[in-house]
């Protein structure tokens, strides 16, 4: 995308996943003429492609969306409640055969660290250390 | 790539624009051993593809080049021209269903601006003005 | 900044802007050790600066903060108010010596976007047509 | 990948050359909420797809790895070994076609260099004075 | 710096931080010509300018070094060692007026991660949670 | 800058240099409300400050310039002339206490790639093959 200012480019992140995106992402490239762009990258469900794809074509100045089908290796996901000092905050386990990975939930998180003033590292190390 | 430098590795870009490509640009990235290093992709035709990776192995250091197959959901493209204070404009139009996008075309803006020693967001402005 | 997640990073520079720096942003950089690390910078008045250092020092993993004094050429700053079939929308005018721009205010173009439900530039191009 | 702090992120990539992967790189991006992130690239061969998949859920914070297969065109690789005033160095040579690039072995000559308290560039030019 | 290769410039990085560099970075820019080049960044104390700007010149194929005097307002620092079941992992505690930080120390969970057979983040946590 | 499209920041490149800057180049950056945006920064000689500034001014969107003055070590520069199999090619020599450093002028260089019709670093390996 070269012909769009990342003022005006910069709230299609949250419409494209407030639509139904899995992610978007923008990766700083050069392009010819020595122009300093961005690409922008949307990670749909392949029934929401072409919906997606059209919203794309709607909200930014492209001309065209190119698209390709990935296939994806994804860990079994639940979710537990640790109580820390700074309230209850939701940690997500993640499983895949032998693996086990609990990471804190970052709205928990952030929410947790405005309404007790600290700094939001804290909130993660208070949760860190409620988990085995 | 890593092993040229961005002095000769910059001029491919209009090499391969001028020997075909629909698009090609530079992605900064990190490689192995702490090389700060790019990644040059290359837009083609798919009939293309042959004859524009040997370009690159002949112009570049690498020893490969990766390809893959993409689809693309792409706009009408029609012009119009649009008269301006800094003279007459070329304006692409791009229609999808009922979507419709007229940016100026840059090529036509930059000489105006040169033309007229405006700067160059002058002359779009001037060529908004004229769309309704 | 290379030992904080990119999660915890990002709502610092709304934080920073909320205690009253003129601005912020992350530049990608790569450290030693292949750290695919992120440079934190913020713009702030000389008066502010030894409150907002000890806020980047209180919200951050950085153990210290480098700063340094600019200087700054700024043009004049003026508001108009321009109609448009998007409703009203605020407009920023800069000048300088012979020099004058004029730039749509974007959270009006965001908010009017929103509530007729068109793409963000449908509504910068609008007010574009209405400044001579 | 935007949970995970680029200290413990980055020794990932050795740890994936080390378990066989072809290439593996990092390219800075800009995620959903602000976020200064990372996306870790890695190039392996079809056979151990699973078995590097694995390893980098193991390794890393992230939930799940996205993959595609990729087509490439190579050249024919072949050593070869100059003398030059700082001894012996390997170097590359790559044929495709009429094509033919010769390029010094780094580690040769980083070696090289630091033996003989040159910079590295100038064990480069050595060894490009004796290519005919 | 735009004339010399990655693979070239990736081990001064090293070579500045051996020679009393307290941290060297590099920063993607692009530069004149298209070129996609990379910004070399190093931080001394004031009493090494002299040599290490020189160790610049004499590692690189830079024509100059450009340098300015910057201010720091830094943590106090401190060590402290905990006891995990991956052993023992210094702790860098850091202080300033009421802020206080302890963060793992890089190298010895790496250390342990490795001897361990854990993933790097797995050491981390484990010291996490022997923090009040 | 975040509020200039790519397109039309590019040529600035070109009319500062012209203009008689030292040098200017782009660096991606991500600022507040996630925009992908580009900081613009160009070196001139102290005496061409205010005409430059102001002139940056009027050629892009921006309401301000930051500027600082910076101290530079350099190297002594000459040319010489190497005679190659494509033709004659100067090479700048930079000079320093005992760092002596040649390299071969690029736009020499990629004129004679051009009317040889061969790889730019062909070219320089000719050059870097005369040189002692």
Redo the contacts between chains.
């Keep these: 995308?070269?012909?769009?200012?990342?003022?005006?480019?910069?709230?299609v992140?949250?419409q494209l996943?407030d639509a139904g995106a899995l992610?978007?992402?923008?990766?700083?490239?050069?392009?010819?003429?020595?122009?300093?762009?961005?690409?922008f990258s949307v990670?749909v469900q392949p029934a929401d492609r072409?919906r997606l794809?059209?919203l794309v074509?709607?909200?930014?100045?492209t001309?065209?969306?190119?698209?390709?089908t990935?296939?994806?290796?994804?860990?079994n996901?639940d979710f537990e409640t640790v109580q820390t000092q700074f309230g209850a905050i939701r940690v997500?386990v993640?499983t895949?055969?032998d693996?086990a990975?609990r990471?804190p939930e970052?709205e928990d998180?952030?929410a947790a660290a405005k309404h007790y003033h600290v700094?939001?590292?804290d909130v993660?190390?208070a949760v860190?250390?409620k988990?085995d």
């Design positions: 995308m070269d012909d769009q200012s990342p003022e005006t480019l910069a709230p992140i949250d996943m992610d978007a992402y923008f990766t700083p490239i050069q392009m010819k003429k020595n122009r300093p762009a961005t690409q990670l072409d794809a059209e074509l709607r909200l930014t100045t001309i065209g969306v190119r698209y390709q990935l296939n994806r290796t994804v860990m996901r997500k993640a895949f055969k693996i990975k990471t970052f998180c952030l700094a939001l590292q993660y190390q860190y250390r988990l």
